[in-house]
């Protein structure tokens, strides 16, 4: 999921507390049909190993930057962690029943660093390589395909301790966790992702300081960016050595934007964000060099760049993931670094739970912007809402606003592909209600309501949807 805090830093404030969602009480239901996206479109649901796992210092694992990060409730919303989460590590096995009664044949998850190797390198944790083979092979055994993703966000303590992703060593350090999760799990793995969000992670970890590890400044950023996208490629080579037949990936945060006016000034604001926002990661990747143009602040990576990063930068990904949840209008402002801001929602805009403007037009033409590249594939690898869900005295989660949500952004994501992007798969955010990060336990994006008290799961209005549509 993209952060709140990604949005407050980059492209101006949001409003601080929950907002009501406006949302028309009658709905007009769109028929959405599976045979449509053709027979081999990948549908499932996206999760992460922080958000889902819970069991953070059992059998084994290391700690990591988001176990230290929310040790000070003062940094969650909510004072909530995710020391327990939706403790998945405990009942995965029941969880990928439902995700199969769900009708989903595609289960995307994240392997945590420090649960494979507590120090970030060096001695590996054979009990954590253990529960991800039993979940690995329920899957398997329950016909639901494996997505792995190397990293989402929880880097072993012990590294950042050495400077994380600002320290070149990292590159090695990734390579030696790239390789043993490549070797131990690729015989049953086929889909693979390298980095979840570089954009968002590099820019609250280590230039606002709003996410673990708190790190903060222009250069502590710009080394982060350049280590991770050197990783992104290296981990993609690994892959491609270790797994035979191997699908491989990596993810974007993305949002469209466009200027609230057409002139020059606003323009240009547009593109700046742009930049950060969707282009940042992708162009080097694609051998385009970084997207110093537009955004002349960027040249200082200049700093980072040794001889042989030039060709390491790149790598031919088979496909490529974007997230997005809405599209943003942009302003010039007197925000730093980028001179832009984000217009927030009119007063009567429909919205999320989240302050996010429902706006399915957006997926859309983020879709179509990516495909301006010449990727091969297109996966929408997160998209989802949240709303204020309520459990009824019947047990019931009737959450037609997010039915409605889903409805309109598949036949965005349908649109497209009809206009000839290479769109094959999409990823619901996300299964289960979990930890969202620093926002903590209070926005619900799952398609199944938990019950963190007790862990109890009751499938949403949502999730029978899906159900009956990919039935």
Known sequence: MIPLRFFRFIAGSVAANPIKTNFKSEIKELNIDRKDFGHDFHWGVATASYQIEGAWNTDGKGESIWDRFTVNPKNVKDRTNGQ??????????????????LNFENFRFSFSWPRILPDGTGKVNEKGIGFYNRMIDKCLELGIEPWAMLYHWDLPQKLEELGGWTNRDIIGWFSEY?????????????????????????????????????KGGIAKFLAAVHHASLCQAEGGRIIRENVKESHIGTTFSCAYTEPQKRSGRYQRASERLDVMLNRLFIEPSLGMGYPYKELPFIRKIDQFIQPEDVENL??????????????????????????????????????????????PEGIYDIIMQFAKYGVKEIIVTENGAAFHDHLKKNGKIHDRQRIHFYQRYLQNVLRAKNDGAPVTGYFA?????NFEWDEGIRPRFGLVYNDFKTQKRIIKDSGFWFQEMLK
């Open 84 to 101: 327990v989460a939706t403790d998945f590590y405990n009942r995965y096995e029941s969880d990928l029943v439902l995700l199969k009664d």
């Open 178 to 214: 790239a390789d043993l999760c490549t070797r131990r799990f690729g015989d049953r793995i086929q889909h693979w992702m390298v980095l979840n969000e570089p954009a968002s992670f590099t820019t609250l970890g280590y230039l606002s300081g709003m996410h673990a590890p708190q």
């Open 314 to 359: 790149k790598f031919d990904f088979d496909f490529i993931g974007i997230q997005n949840y809405f599209r943003i209008t942009s302003r010039p402002s007197l925000i730093p670094l980028i001179w832009a801001n984000r217009v927030k929602p009119s007063a009567n805009a429909e919205v999320t739970a989240m302050g996010w403007e429902v706006s």
């Open 429 to 433: 955010w996300t299964f289960v209600d």
